[in-house]
């Protein structure tokens, strides 16, 4: 492969950026959906909040994913998502990280952002 192959296939070096903003969008969202600790539960058609409070009269599939997605558990997902992105930033500033590692957050990355694809800023050069 020439360094021509390579660099079409790197994608700008700001997708890490363009996904830690999605995932800041995320977290904020979360965050202000969280009431006490942000666990919600399903029961039924009505998804419990942790601070007693009901959201009722929910079809029983999209309750359950409700209560599945509560404001803790997108919190912490952010969380490992980020980390991700930061372990990206590091392989790119160190030549000593092998090539299969540094390719293989490349591609996660490129992954995660993708489901961002509908969002503003984001290139179809990333487009895994």
Do not use: C
Not at 29 to 54: C, K, P, Q
């Amino acid at each position: 492969m020439t360094q021509d192959d390579d660099s079409a296939k790197t994608p700008a070096p700001d997708v890490a950026a363009f996904l830690r903003a999605r995932l800041q969008d995320d977290w904020n969202y979360a965050r202000d959906a969280t009431i006490n600790s942000g666990h919600w539960t399903a029961e039924r058609t009505v998804v419990v909040l942790d601070m007693g409070a009901e959201i009722a009269d929910v079809f029983l599939g999209p309750a359950d994913h409700i209560a599945r997605f509560d404001p803790a558990r997108v919190m912490t997902e952010v969380d490992a998502k980020r980390a991700i992105a930061d372990a990206y930033d590091r392989s790119r500033r160190n030549d000593g990280v092998a090539a299969a590692s540094h390719e293989g957050l490349h591609t996660a990355v490129l992954l995660l952002a993708s489901v961002y694809a509908d969002r503003a800023g984001y290139r179809e050069e990333w487009r895994p």
